[in-house]
């Protein structure tokens, strides 16, 4: 018997989806809403058995998938994006009471961008060309070929853009997929699957398998007929990934955490870089690219204090579902806790309190206040780790040289942010900050053409054009005798 909840009236089955059919398991974990901390449903939990019965769907898929012309694969992930386009409103309020997010950011852009992402992967599959060249008369063909089941692993904080950034693509080389959504927010997985059956996937192409991490998605990881790893998430289960993906030889494409520099020089424009710096707030801080750490230079450091500080009091928090907030809570009450731990061992340390510095007294439950605090050592936990909430450490410099040793001591290289109005420094300082991404004086300007990815334990790999077929398919070369 299908099981299904209602999520303010719209109907998201709680089971998996395997081999096009929806399949239960006897225990369950709860879905617990960011919003009101109450139980949004009680999804199933899936290990071992779920696992194998959903790579086998895939496994079985595969020969005909990989068979199918590019044109017909292009135009099936083309209804998958127009199935999302049609349900915008639906997945996005149920993100919102999943995960915290901003509806109106949901409506206008994360789950539009979700939809991009299968538009963007059938264009560029039909597009993608082979190469060909010559050595001693023999010609070397090269060509890019299905790869088989690829397990895609994903975090909370955007759990339906993150998710279809790494299926599209997978889908379109060719491959099939085993998806396990995150288990703080799970739901628009499911909605993803009953999309791709109305879009007519055919059976087993698309598979998701709810649960835990440290179950499903370690079964996951295991089974030697995988034979691609996307994940996204944290350094410490990316760890624990590679050891699975070692034991197969399995390449894995790793997008993890980040604790990003971002610079204001003297020169730059004050008004655009206050905007940007504020906006690393959105999310409610749960994002990998946010600038978490913002260096201003001395000569403009009071200006851009007083007005970052004025900017950021107008920064609204409160229920994610209006239209009128900034920032919505945060996903989690561990998720909260360890925010907090983080601030309060600065504050012990030493740290100075700008803004913000604590749960929100008036909103109670998960919301937590935009946060800035100096006063922090450059070797301090909070200026070296990852915190993944609404907390900005502020430093000064003096000069080029200091802020670029500065920014680049660090254990991550995702992204750079550098405001300056001069074109040459910008170009300097962008060639030597170790980082996937460096944008200047923008801000998650973003073409899927280009690569993405991170340095360090920011990542392994890059994706997004190109890159992504590189990963996703064999690529083959086939050399031919005059
Ligand atoms: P997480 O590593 O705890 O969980 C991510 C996913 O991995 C979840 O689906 C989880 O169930 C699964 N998982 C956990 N343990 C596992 C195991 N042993 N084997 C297999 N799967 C397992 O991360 P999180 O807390 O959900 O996400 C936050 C992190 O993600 C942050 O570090 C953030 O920076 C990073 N992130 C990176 C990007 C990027 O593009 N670079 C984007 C978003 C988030």
Same mark, same amino acid.
């Given at each position: ?10 109907e ?8 096009g059919?929806?399949?239960a ?16 449903a ?15 769907a895939a ?5 005909q998938?990989?068979?199918?012309p590019?044109t ?22 149920v993100?919102?009471?999943d ?5 109106r950011?949901?409506r ?13 992967f ?9 190469e ?10 090269? /060509?890019?070929?299905?790869? @088989?089941v690829t397990?895609? =692993?994903?975090?909370?904080? #955007?759990?339906?853009? !993150? &998710?279809t950034w ?9 491959n099939?997929v085993?998806?396990?959504p995150?288990?703080?927010?799970p739901l628009?997985?499911s ?10 996937l055919p059976p ?5 398998v ?5 179950e ?10 995988v034979r691609r790893?996307a ?9 624990a ?9 399995i390449?894995? /494409?790793?997008?993890?955490? @980040?604790?990003?520099p971002? =610079?204001?020089?003297?020169? #730059?424009d004050l008004? !655009? &870089? ?15 690219l946010?600038?978490?750490r913002?260096?201003?230079a ?5 200006e851009f ?38 601030v309060?061992?600065?504050?012990a340390?030493g ?14 439950g ?5 946060t800035?605090?100096t006063?922090v ?16 450490v ?11 040793r500065?920014a ?14 001069d074109r ?11 980082a996937g ?12 053409r ?6 360090r ?14 990963f ?5 070369n ?5």
């Open positions: 018997m299908p099981r299904t909840t209602s999520v303010s009236g719209i998201v089955s709680v089971d998996h989806w395997v081999g059919e929806r399949l398991s006897d225990a369950t974990f709860p879905d617990i809403s960011p919003l009101d901390q109450q139980v949004l009680n999804v199933a939990r899936g290990g071992p058995r779920e696992v194998s019965a959903a790579v086998d496994s079985a898929a595969f020969p998938w990989a068979a199918t590019r017909e694969r292009a135009a099936l992930l083309h209804a998958v994006a127009e199935g999302i386009e049609k349900r915008v409103d639906d997945l996005a309020l993100e919102t009471l995960n915290g997010g901003l509806l950011s949901h206008r852009s994360v789950i539009p961008r979700a939809a991009y992402n299968f538009h963007f059938a264009d560029f599959l039909l597009q993608l060309g082979h060909d060249f010559e050595t001693r008369g023999h010609r070397n063909h090269i /060509s890019w070929q299905p790869a @088989g397990a895609v =692993i994903t975090p909370w904080n #955007a759990p339906l853009m !993150l &998710a790494r299926v599209a693509p997978a889908l379109a080389a060719g099939t085993v998806l396990k995150p288990e703080w927010a628009t997985a909605l993803l699957a009953d999309i791709t059956a109305e879009a007519g087993g192409v698309f598979n998701v709810q649960g835990i991490g440290e499903a998605g370690a079964a996951l990881v295991r089974d030697p007929r790893i994940f996204t998430g944290s350094v410490a289960t990316a760890r990934i590679g050891h699975a993906a070692a034991e197969n030889v390449p894995v /494409s790793f997008e993890l955490g @980040g604790k990003n971002f =610079i204001v020089f003297p020169d #730059a008004d !655009l &870089a206050v905007r940007h710096a504020v906006d690393q707030y959105d999310n409610a801080g749960q994002v990998c946010a600038g978490t913002l260096y201003v001395d000569a403009v450091y009071d204090l007083e007005r970052f500080l004025q900017a950021a009091a107008a920064w609204r928090v409160g229920d994610p579902r209006s239209e009128d907030v900034d920032m919505g809570p945060q996903i989690h009450p561990d998720h909260l806790a360890r925010i907090d731990g983080y309060r061992r600065a504050k340390a740290a100075t309190v700008l803004l913000g510095g604590g749960p929100h007294p008036e909103l109670g998960l919301y937590y206040q935009p800035l605090l006063n050592a450059d070797d301090s936990e909070i200026n070296r780790e990852e915190v993944f909430g609404p907390v900005i502020l430093h000064r410099f003096t000069d080029e040289d200091e802020v670029i500065r680049n001591d660090n254990i991550y290289g995702l992204a750079a942010m550098v405001f300056t109005g040459s420094r910008a170009e300097r300082v962008a060639d030597r900050l170790v991404t460096v944008w200047v004086n923008c801000f998650y300007v973003r073409d899927l280009a690569p993405f990815g991170g340095a334990l920011s990542g392994i790999g890059r994706e997004g054009g190109t890159w992504s077929f590189d996703y398919a064999e690529v083959k086939t050399v031919t005798a005059p």
